[in-house]
């Protein structure tokens, strides 16, 4: 029989986040940093990871061209990747980040998720995620 506090904390709800395509480079590349503990944290349904195919396609294109990965491998880590997240269904287009219009697929994606955080790693001085 399972405990009152134990079905609280089951039906407690999940933090939903939304990762920026560079937490997901990080998350492949550097095993022991921040960014693969949230992708574990994912994969162990400790959180709910979202993101749209706009996000996954824009990953796949950045492994490609800044890594030089072929097209096999690239597949191997979206599919590792997609353990731990969710796609959410992106019905709203936004233009609210001017300084990147790329930014605003993370917003779109945060609004069709009900996202409770955006996460990115993006430490450039313009970067307004």
Same mark, same amino acid.
């Given at each position: 029989?399972?405990s009152?506090?134990?079905y609280i904390? /089951?039906?407690? $709800?999940?933090i939903?986040?939304v990762l920026d395509?560079n937490?997901?480079?990080?998350?492949?590349?550097?095993? %022991?940093?921040?960014p %693969?503990k949230?992708?574990?944290k994912g994969?162990?349904?400790?959180?709910?990871i979202?993101?749209? /195919? /706009?996000?996954i396609?824009?990953?796949? /294109?950045?492994?490609k061209r800044?890594f030089n990965e072929?097209d096999?491998?690239?597949?191997?880590?979206?599919n590792?990747l997609?353990?731990s997240?969710?796609?959410?269904e992106?019905?709203?287009k936004? $233009?609210i980040?001017?300084?990147d219009a790329d930014?605003?697929k993370?917003i779109?994606c945060?609004?069709?998720s009900?996202a %409770?955080?955006?996460?990115?790693?993006n430490?450039?001085?313009n %970067?307004t995620?």
């Open positions: 029989m399972i009152s506090e134990e904390k /089951e039906e407690k $709800e999940k939903r986040v395509t937490i997901y480079v990080s998350a492949l590349f550097w095993k %022991h940093g921040n %693969h949230i992708v574990q994969i162990d349904e400790e959180i709910e979202f993101a749209s /195919e /706009e996000i396609e824009e990953l796949r /294109e950045i492994l800044d072929d096999e491998l690239i597949r191997r880590q979206i590792f997609l353990l997240i969710d796609i959410a992106v019905s709203e936004v $233009e980040v001017k300084t930014d605003n993370i779109e945060a609004i069709a009900n %409770h955080f955006i996460m990115s790693r430490l450039t001085e %970067h995620l």
